[in-house]
């Protein structure tokens, strides 16, 4: 049974990891923390149910090039334009400061300065797949800190570009200065030449390999591609996920791009598993036992770090405190492309056998208490006090408060704030809006909109917006945490202020009205009604029937949609009444008898039960023709009736026609 190691040994690893991937989503881990402690069970310090490692790294190896290939294809150049400002007032200095710091801060432990340089890189990196996946199912993606977030996990993401272009320059080596920048041009001259041929010559190879309508050969081009990037840098002396990176990014705008990546995301998603499976069996369970203190001191000073890294460019760039915290919490793990450049700083010697134990035990923990200090964030900003200003821009008592009454409060100014405002505008009701955002906040207030930067969350915000006053306030901002505690904060300031909530879910529902929310209007479920008002439309329900229901639903809270027991919805709607209706044409030849006669002088409806409600001469159509409206040659009466009577009317109009041929 020797021949069938390999798949002895993936089946047992598919199989320990399923169980546990499935234990550690019923405590709420990201599932790259169970990859990797699946490995640690599986591995040569656990139960050592996996001999042959070697086979293993292989495939792993596999999986870190499909892995940045895809990262590549996702990353795509139009995301950065839109993200850039965040990058270059967050991001850089976010991996500047951990860096420098980690540089620093192991420089003396190390004996050598390129250790220290990978030790900065590896504390830099944070965890794109666990934060943006726990942000997505808070529902926080589009919040502020969310928004900040995403800019920077990008931005660390095409890093990892230029971290593995430097790493092997880090590595111990006898070679002279020289030959070590002769390698880096060539390995610049190799970068540019995979980027050129994936953005001119590969799209037009896969035009033509789409033409064919053949997926498994469109599959077989994007493995090949994949794989023949990655070889073609390594045989620079860069490493293969390079080349695949490279690949994916030039791709990533074409017209290929999101084929290509849903045919590499099964092999994504089963080859990285293998990768962080791998990584856990590095992990000496024993060593982690023995130095629990210095690991855990290397964690809390990594969670700090980070924090702070992200925490100070944010006031420094004029976001608001909470915010910053809240951005600073989501960002404060290892993330998975530093185990890729873990791995490779120990193939190249940078890093020994204790050091790696440490980092890794370490980056496991802080990946493992990342959805505790997500849930926690919006707590632990509420304890520190905002006073986050931005030039004149900030909301004040002396030009706010005391100007304004019977006025709307806009919060936030994404597309619901805009048009809401837009419509208030137009018919003259005065308002104020209140955006986190500080470039919205100073691009709009140039052209003269009343948008002030503040955090509806805040008490003393709220007040200077003239909150006591106001007649109505409306939230539309895309932070559940701060949209709840903003409408509760405003019930209790102005308790006969009208508050219209928009929420993206329908479980926030019941809390918002709870806290008191007048109206609530879900995302989720007006989607919904606007779907299935035009499928009632298009069965010729009454239009007015269709505008009862939907507002009888609104006023029920939605309850027949989210399945209420105590909603007294009732739907009797008429769906089958046109079903026997139908509308006909008759063209009318110059030996039709209705030539020439009226409409009034036929009498068809008297005659055959069928009406005429409508009738196009040439070019131009002619609606509900009035009783003298007289039949010319060429015309062609519409009618409306049911199949027997449309028959008879055909017939009437012209006796010399087969009605039984025109109509079936």
Not at 8 to 22: D, R
Not at 157 to 171: E, G, Q, R
Not at 354 to 359: K, L, N, P, T, V
Request: charged content about 20%; some cysteine.
């Amino acid at each position: 049974m020797e021949e069938f190691s390999l798949l002895q040994e993936l089946l047992i690893i598919f199989v320990v990891s399923s169980v546990v991937v499935y234990i550690v989503h019923l405590v709420k881990f990201p599932p790259m923390v169970g990859l990797l402690l699946a490995g640690v069970i599986m591995g040569p310090y656990g139960l050592q149910l996996v001999k042959d490692i070697d086979h293993v790294k292989l495939l792993a190896e596999v999986g870190v090039v499909v892995l940045l290939f895809t990262v590549g294809l996702e990353f795509s150049l139009s995301r950065f334009a839109t993200m850039w400002t965040s990058m270059l007032s967050v991001g850089v200095p976010q991996v500047l400061i951990c860096g420098l710091v980690g540089f620093a801060a192991t420089a003396l432990h190390f004996s050598t300065i390129g250790p220290a340089i990978l030790a900065g890189m590896l504390i830099a990196m944070s965890s794109t797949a666990v934060v943006l996946k726990l942000l997505i199912d808070r529902g926080e993606l589009g919040a502020p800190h969310g928004r900040v977030a995403t800019a920077v996990l990008l931005f660390q993401d095409l890093l990892v570009l230029v971290s593995m272009l430097i790493l092997p320059m880090l590595a111990p080596d006898p070679e002279s200065d020289v030959s070590l920048w002769k390698e880096l041009l060539k390995g610049t001259i190799a970068m540019l030449a995979v980027l050129l041929a994936t953005r001119y010559v590969i799209p037009q190879i896969l035009y033509y390999v789409v033409k064919t309508r053949n997926r498994e050969l469109f599959l077989l081009h994007v493995v090949a591609l994949c794989l023949g990037t990655a070889l073609a840098t390594a045989s620079t002396g860069l490493s293969l996920a390079l080349g695949a990176f490279l690949a994916g990014l030039a791709l990533s705008d074409s017209e290929y791009a999101q084929q290509t990546l849903a045919e590499a995301l099964p092999f994504r998603d089963i080859l990285s598993s293998l990768f962080f499976v791998s990584v856990g069996m590095l992990l000496n369970l024993n060593f982690v036992a023995e130095h629990v203190a210095i690991v855990s001191l290397t964690v809390v000073a990594m969670i700090v770090l980070k924090i702070l890294a992200i925490v100070v460019p944010m006031i420094v760039a004029g976001y608001p405190l909470r915010t910053a915290i809240i951005t600073g919490l989501a960002l404060a793990q290892v993330g998975e492309f530093s185990f890729v450049m873990a791995s490779r700083g120990i193939e190249l010697g940078l890093l020994g056998e204790e050091d790696s134990q440490i980092f890794l035990a370490s980056a496991v923990v802080t990946m493992a208490v990342t959805p505790l200090l997500i849930g926690v964030a919006p707590r632990v900003a509420a304890w520190f006090p905002d006073r986050s200003q931005i030039d004149d821009h900030h909301l004040t008592t002396a030009n706010v408060e005391g100007q304004l009454s019977n006025h709307v409060i806009i919060c936030g100014y994404g597309l619901n704030g805009k048009n809401v405002a837009k419509t208030l505008r137009s018919i003259d009701i005065e308002y104020i809006v209140l955006e986190m955002n500080p470039s919205t906040v100073r691009r709009n207030r140039a052209l003269g909109e009343p948008i002030f930067f503040g955090d509806c969350s805040r008490e003393a915000i709220l007040e200077k917006a003239g909150i006591h006053d106001a007649n109505t306030l409306v939230i539309a901002i895309s932070d559940p945490a701060t949209t709840r505690r903003s409408v509760q904060l405003a019930r209790e300031l102005n308790p006969s202020v009208h508050i219209i909530v928009r929420t993206r879910y329908l479980a926030d529902m019941d809390d918002l009205r709870r806290l008191g929310a007048n109206e609530i209007i879900p995302e989720e479920f007006e989607t919904s009604v606007e779907i299935f008002s035009r499928v009632l439309r298009h069965y010729g329900i009454p239009r007015n029937m269709v505008l009862d229901l939907i507002n009888r639903l609104r006023n029920d809270h939605y309850g027949v949609l989210r399945g209420l027991e105590r909603s007294s919805i009732s739907v009797e709607l008429p769906v089958d009444f046109l079903s026997k209706i139908e509308v006909e044409t008759c063209a009318l030849h110059a030996k039709a008898s209705a030539i020439g006669k009226s409409i009034k002088e036929i009498n068809l409806r008297a005659a055959t039960g069928a009406t005429v409600i409508g009738v196009r001469r040439g070019l131009e159509v002619i609606a509900n023709p009035p009783p003298d409206f007289r039949f010319e040659v060429n015309d062609i009466a519409i009618l409306l009736g049911d199949r027997s009577q449309l028959e008879r009317a055909i017939f009437e109009l012209d006796p010399h026609l087969e009605s039984e041929k025109l109509l079936g």
